[in-house]
């Protein structure tokens, strides 16, 4: 496994940690219902539909400002973030992928960097009071068309598990179940789209080790 592969997952994994703990210090024991049905607040601001939406979402925190502050430190993970996971697609894509999948995956990986990134503009629009009707709109399309571009490439990874270990092959109903709740996202992103998430993670681990333990040299014996 290269080593931008391995950095990459790793950043992954940092930056998740990271938004974690800030969400902690603005929204600690905030209920599902709270948070408009998600258990995350991100996921709820990004699929805020309007002013009103926010302001409850804001309530749901320790204080307004508490809440507010959280998101903002979130926000400036979230400039990188989509950079770490999309690579981490593109690239198990690339090293794992036969030609046919490979283009599928790192074409659907760039476009859920290009959605995240327009997300995320549009977040920062919310937070800093200047998003209208239309603003909102185009933050919860970016989110759905994000999800759905992941969705997409966490698929289009299943052949390379099968291809390369008969033994981790019910892995990839990780990838398929992933998959199925992103694109169930669309109608339903507070019920789907978190689960989706986890089981995207455990997907992506499982590759991580998969590829790693498939480049591995072989181990030699002394006679």
């Avoid at 770490?84 to 960097?113: M, Q, W």
């Avoid at 919860?140 to 092959?169: E, H, M, Q, T």
């Avoid at 089981?199 to 681990?205: C, E, G, I, Q, R």
Wanted: overall charge positive; proline content about 4%; glycine content about 8%.
């Amino acid at each position: 496994m290269s080593r931008a592969t391995t950095f990459l997952a790793l950043a992954s994994l940092g930056s998740m940690a990271a938004i974690l703990a800030l969400l902690s210090s603005g929204f600690q024991g905030a209920s599902r219902e709270e948070l408009m049905g998600f258990g995350d607040p991100v996921l709820a601001l990004e699929f805020a539909e309007s002013r009103e939406t926010l302001d409850q979402l804001l309530a749901a925190g320790k204080t307004e400002a508490a809440a507010r502050q959280a998101l903002l430190w979130v926000q400036r993970v979230d400039i990188f973030f989509p950079l770490f996971y999309g690579g981490l697609l593109a690239s198990l894509g690339l090293a794992g992928c036969s030609p046919r999948h490979r283009g599928i995956v790192v074409s659907a990986a760039i476009l859920a960097i290009g959605f995240d990134v327009f997300e995320n503009d549009r977040i920062a629009r919310v937070l800093a009071g200047d998003c209208g009707p239309a603003c909102f709109r185009t933050l919860a399309f970016a989110a759905r068309a994000k999800f759905s571009a992941i969705a997409v490439a966490s698929l289009g990874l299943v052949p390379a598990v099968w291809s390369r270990s008969d033994r981790w092959r019910w892995a990839s109903v990780l990838g398929v179940l992933a998959s199925a709740l992103l694109a169930l996202g669309n109608w339903k992103p507070e019920r789907a789209v978190q689960s989706g998430m986890t089981a995207l993670s455990l997907w992506l681990f499982v590759l991580v080790v998969l590829l790693w333990r498939s480049e591995r040299p072989p181990a030699t014996t002394e006679s």
